[in-house]
């Protein structure tokens, strides 16, 4: 069964600082995914990754960045925390258009 | 650009009655459609999904979904709900020709009551 893990359930950090959210999956999959997940708003894509080293933006990338280096692992940046970032973030992965895409449990991050 | 409406964020209901959850999207090109569930504390789940053929889909645990072209709707239905569906729901949409890049709805809470 595809495992999809982040490595956070729970973050708290402060205004400015730069958040490192990570992901991690199981079964060799191309694709991964960022959203973040707002009460009202259901998910938006914030960057995803169809390949190592290669990166898209999503509907609403700007204050992230992500990381690709290796093709288990994709994570998020936050380059400098503002509050509007608090926010339910969820990874996910795929193989191919057909298949569905594969959540992790999220990481529910508090900017003070 | 595709868009998904959930016209209910959230829908009560008592347990053993039957539940439609609503979904309109909008696209001038062919999409899938997907409808996935967020139990409390968890990732989201594919609940089901239409690709092609029969407009009428199943999944395993009692729900269905049909497509509707002309209303551009895919609404979400259970006969008989339980308390173990209590969750948050998400209809979802792709285009045909961008792979698996998903459009989500807003959400629909469902509780079901004892």
């Known amino acids: 069964d595809v495992k999809v893990t982040q490595s956070s359930r729970y973050l708290v950090k402060r205004t400015g600082e730069k958040v490192f959210l990570e992901c991690v999956q199981d079964m060799d999959h191309e694709n991964m995914f960022w959203y973040r997940q707002d009460p009202g708003l259901g998910l938006r894509l914030i960057y995803f990754s169809y390949d190592v080293k290669m990166k898209e933006k999503g509907d609403i990338p700007e204050g992230y960045s992500v990381s690709r280096e290796k093709k288990e692992r994709f994570s998020l940046i936050l380059e400098s925390a503002s509050t509007n970032q608090t926010s339910m973030y969820l990874c996910a992965s795929y193989s191919n258009p057909l298949q569905p895409q594969h959540f992790g449990d999220g990481t529910r991050l508090s900017i003070l | 650009a595709q868009s998904v409406t959930q016209l209910d964020s959230q829908v009560p209901v008592f347990e053993e009655a039957p539940v439609e959850l609503r979904c309109n999207y909008s696209?001038?090109?062919?999409?899938?459609l997907f409808w996935y569930v967020q139990y409390p504390n968890q990732g989201l789940q594919l609940l089901l999904k239409y690709l092609s053929g029969s407009t009428l889909v199943e999944s395993i645990n009692g729900f269905e979904a049909e497509f509707n072209k002309s209303q551009t709707s895919f609404h979400l239905r259970k006969p008989s709900v339980h308390i173990s569906d209590t969750a948050e729901y998400f209809c979802?949409?792709?285009?045909?020709?961008?792979?698996?890049?998903?459009?989500f709805g807003g959400g629909t809470r469902v509780l079901v009551k004892p």
């Open positions: 696209s001038s090109v062919s999409v899938y």
């Open positions: 979802a949409v792709s285009l045909q020709a961008a792979g698996n890049k998903l459009t």
